[in-house]
């Protein structure tokens, strides 16, 4: 086994992790992928068995120890939940990252962060973000707020992006559109080189300090953990981070009535449990007048997760589509589901199926009413 990942520093906290692990199986009780494949393998103290195994060469990384490894959403409920405070998806990151090093990387992963690399978005566009946002009349200048659309609004869910830049205009704030660069989110969870996301760190950090920005707000979860969490612990962030939700709630908006519907609220994980952001969504959503507001049963640090996190849905799609179906007959009582993620609004949208619910963005719900 090489070596480049694994050094002696990480055995040593992997072979921690393991002896603090009691194997109570509390995580068992909150594991998404568990639940859709139901072998201890597919689970927190699982994978931690399996990552040790990896590092000391008792066993080696087949097809079944890359599924078990890719089949974790990151979702961090089990971290949560965990009574030893093992820190169990750094962990699987860090056994990714060894199995990528070696040459264990599952096709579609590989395809999107060779894209990356190659077009600075996992799709594979030719245009550059910019370029898309020129054509709508948006250019980079120097102002004291700065939109981060990331590839997925700016691609593929483009209401979303579309929703954030018109309730800026509409609230006649001095922002500006950016050069920007995949966040690197795809490429961190699947366990791509630390060396090409730290170069990408560098080039998005750069080009938003260049125009004075002070405030950088962003409309998706995987992008703000990005900026919020990772990005400091390699380049200095000489700006505020903040989700357009973070953003709104501090605003004095005016929001039309949303009707006679039962709304319900979905914590995506990235912006909940891995970044701490639960009370500015809830905060926006009660802006709108007289609102039907009800909680699931599972919310705020213990809602569960969509499925389509980690690279699940790219790789797993069947076991994402299992896990969004369980989150969905938790919202059953709801006429719809709002949420903050553009990954948790797909993935979650393309298994409603019958059901007489409707999953929709936040920020594109208020430029609705605003």
């Known amino acids: 086994m090489s070596s480049t990942v694994f050094t002696t520093e990480k055995i040593d ?6 002896s603090s692990c009691t194997m109570c199986g509390f995580c068992k ?3 998404p992928s568990f639940k859709a494949i139901n072998w201890d393998t597919d689970l927190s103290r699982g994978r931690i068995v399996l990552t040790y ?4 060469g008792d066993i080696q990384p087949d097809d079944s120890i890359v599924k078990s490894m890719y089949t974790c959403t990151t979702c961090a409920d089990c971290v949560r939940r965990c009574p030893s405070k093992v ?3 750094d962990i699987i990151e860090l056994c990714r990252a060894d199995l990528v090093a ?4 599952l096709p579609k992963h590989k395809n999107m962060c060779e894209n990356i690399v190659n077009y600075n978005n996992p799709f594979a566009e030719k245009k550059s973000v910019a370029e898309v946002f020129a054509e709508k009349g948006y250019k980079p200048h120097n102002a004291p707020i700065a939109y981060f659309a990331g590839c997925t609004a700016t691609y593929r869910a483009t209401k979303t992006a579309e929703a954030s830049l018109s309730i800026l205009k509409k609230l006649g704030v001095d922002f500006t559109t950016l050069d920007e660069i995949c966040c690197g989110s795809v490429m961190g969870r699947v366990g791509w080189s630390e060396e090409d996301l730290v170069k990408i760190y560098k080039k998005n950090v750069d080009a938003i300090a260049k125009l004075g920005v002070k405030t ?5 979860a995987g992008c703000y953990r990005m900026f919020k969490i990772e990005y400091p612990k390699h380049v200095e962030v000489p700006f505020e981070v903040l989700h357009m939700t973070e953003f709104l709630a501090r605003q004095d908006i005016k929001l039309k009535p949303l009707g006679d519907v039962t709304v319900t609220y979905h914590d995506p994980c990235h912006l909940g449990r891995h970044c ?3 009370d500015a969504p809830r ?3 009660n802006k709108f007048p007289e609102v039907k507001f009800k909680e699931m049963k599972y919310s705020k640090s213990t809602s569960h997760c969509c499925g389509g996190g980690g690279g699940v849905r790219a790789a797993y799609p069947e076991e994402s589509a299992e896990i969004a179906n369980t989150r969905l007959d938790e919202a059953s009582f709801a006429d719809m589901v709002i949420t903050t993620c553009p990954f948790c609004v797909t993935n979650l949208s393309a298994q409603v199926g019958d059901r007489k619910l409707k999953v929709v963005d936040l920020t594109e719900l208020v430029d609705e009413h605003l």
Request: net charge positive.
């Open 87 to 89: 820190k169990i998806v």
């Open 29 to 31: 009780s909150v594991c």
């Open 13 to 18: 906290l992997i072979r921690s992790a393991l």
């Open 53 to 56: 195994g990896l590092a000391v």
């Open 283 to 285: 905060d926006v959503i």
């Open 216 to 220: 950088l707000v962003l409309s998706c």
């Open 102 to 105: 070696n040459g264990n990387i």
């Open 276 to 278: 701490g952001v639960f």
